[in-house]
């Protein structure tokens, strides 16, 4: 358990970083340039993907010289004083914002107010050794990242969608027992279905960004096509659980004021859906079969509510769909979204 704790604590990225040092550092010593730009620029460098590593390297390298520029500039005109730290950090800080250099803006203002201290004389030949410096810090950072323990987000993202899936079963559990159980009683609790909704939300959006570093990351480490089947069979679940999401977030907004289901009517949507969480939470109990069975049943309720709102609609002429209908084809979604995720694990 200690050496699990332990490994988990010094993740890939930690093991890059404290490598990237070392090697930028020795290199720096070989060529007697000062070490501590070079380490501060391989330490910001190492990036969730090889892909960020390199975009935000090509945007530092400019806001480095930058910032080396003005610190050159001040000390040349007004000395080691505050006024030249003040000049150096502003005017890097508004060139880097006004050249959009985001990226590179604070290692830049850094840099160059940690490098009025180390120029003493010869300012265009610090100049240069700042670049040189910078330089070797995003080569080195940028080779480890891409060499040494590889980013891979494809089996952080196949363990999270099991545990989306389950958490989106909860999800739907709560929600459906607070709509159907507690509308009658007021008993509804809408701070606790808006909590529930927006964790999950995180959750998916979270997933997303490894997907997205995935996709980054393929670029520069080919996927086999084993893996990138699997890479493929993660987005389409992860769309599909979005798409779930996206349903249960109508369901929550639909108005259950006019619903006009008897005590058996909704206790046998409970049970549909309760059946479905199940599955959702414990894919190994999920019996296609019975899974039809429900749909088969919610079906037949909503074409009955179609054809009770077709006729209040000959009555009243409304175009609006009926919360009853909308509820049923929210909740028919979510089962085919489902057997769909289940069926290709």
């Given at each position: 358990?200690?050496k699990k704790?332990?490994?988990?604590?010094?993740g890939?990225?930690?093991?890059k970083?404290g490598l990237?040092?070392?090697?930028?550092?020795?290199i720096c010593q070989?060529l007697?340039?000062?070490?501590?730009f070079?380490?501060?620029t391989a330490i910001v460098?190492?990036?969730?993907t090889?892909?960020?590593s390199?975009?935000k390297g090509?945007?530092?390298?400019?806001a480095?010289?930058?910032?080396?520029?003005?610190?050159?500039?001040?000390?040349?005109?007004?000395?080691n004083?505050?006024i030249t730290?003040t000049?150096?950090?502003?005017?890097?800080i508004i060139t880097?914002?006004?050249?959009?250099?985001?990226a590179g803006?604070?290692?830049?203002t850094l840099?160059?107010v940690?490098m009025?201290?180390?120029i003493?004389?010869?300012?265009?030949?610090?100049?240069?050794?700042?670049?040189?410096?910078t330089?070797?810090?995003l080569?080195i950072?940028?080779?480890v990242?891409?060499?040494v323990?590889?980013?891979?987000y494809?089996?952080?993202?196949?363990?999270n969608?099991d545990?989306?899936?389950?958490?989106?079963?909860?999800?739907?559990?709560?929600?459906t027992?607070?709509?159907f159980?507690?509308k009658?009683?007021?008993q509804?609790?809408?701070?606790?279905i808006?909590?529930?909704?927006?964790?999950?939300?995180?959750?998916?959006?979270h997933?997303?960004m490894?997907?997205r570093?995935q996709?980054?990351?393929?670029?520069y480490?080919?996927?086999?096509n084993?893996?990138?089947k699997l890479?493929?069979?993660?987005?389409d679940?992860?769309s599909s659980?979005?798409?779930i999401?996206?349903h249960?977030g109508n369901?929550?907004n639909t108005?259950l004021?006019t619903?006009?289901w008897?005590k058996?009517?909704?206790d046998?949507?409970?049970?549909a859906?309760?059946a479905l969480v199940?599955a959702?939470?414990?894919?190994?109990?999920?019996?296609?079969?019975?899974?039809q069975?429900?749909?088969h049943?919610?079906m037949e309720?909503f074409?009955r509510?179609?054809?009770?709102?077709g006729k209040?609609?000959?009555?009243?002429?409304t175009t609006?769909?009926?919360a009853?209908?909308?509820i049923?084809?929210?909740?028919?979604s979510?089962?085919n979204l489902?057997?769909?995720i289940?069926?290709?694990?």
């Amino acid at each position: 358990m200690i050496k699990k704790l332990r490994f988990k604590f010094i993740g890939s990225r930690i093991v890059k970083t404290g490598l990237a040092v070392f090697l930028t550092s020795l290199i720096c010593q070989a060529l007697d340039w000062p070490a501590v730009f070079a380490v501060i620029t391989a330490i910001v460098t190492i990036e969730p993907t090889v892909s960020d590593s390199i975009k935000k390297g090509i945007v530092r390298f400019p806001a480095s010289a930058i910032g080396s520029a003005y610190a050159v500039l001040f000390i040349f005109l007004f000395g080691n004083s505050p006024i030249t730290y003040t000049g150096a950090a502003l005017f890097t800080i508004i060139t880097c914002f006004k050249l959009r250099l985001h990226a590179g803006l604070l290692v830049a203002t850094l840099t160059s107010v940690a490098m009025i201290e180390v120029i003493h004389g010869n300012f265009l030949f610090s100049f240069f050794i700042r670049l040189g410096t910078t330089t070797i810090g995003l080569i080195i950072s940028t080779l480890v990242n891409m060499f040494v323990l590889p980013p891979n987000y494809s089996k952080r993202i196949l363990t999270n969608i099991d545990r989306l899936l389950q958490t989106t079963g909860e999800e739907l559990e709560v929600i459906t027992h607070h709509l159907f159980q507690n509308k009658d009683n007021g008993q509804n609790n809408p701070l606790v279905i808006k909590q529930t909704f927006t964790r999950l939300k995180k959750e998916l959006d979270h997933n997303d960004m490894l997907v997205r570093f995935q996709k980054e990351e393929a670029k520069y480490h080919k996927l086999d096509n084993a893996t990138k089947k699997l890479f493929e069979d993660e987005q389409d679940k992860l769309s599909s659980l979005r798409l779930i999401h996206y349903h249960i977030g109508n369901l929550i907004n639909t108005p259950l004021d006019t619903v006009n289901w008897s005590k058996q009517e909704s206790d046998q949507l409970i049970d549909a859906v309760d059946a479905l969480v199940d599955a959702m939470k414990y894919p190994d109990h999920f019996s296609l079969k019975n899974h039809q069975q429900q749909v088969h049943g919610l079906m037949e309720h909503f074409w009955r509510s179609k054809k009770s709102e077709g006729k209040r609609q000959e009555s009243n002429s409304t175009t609006f769909f009926s919360a009853e209908i909308i509820i049923l084809y929210e909740l028919l979604s979510i089962f085919n979204l489902v057997e769909a995720i289940i069926n290709d694990s």
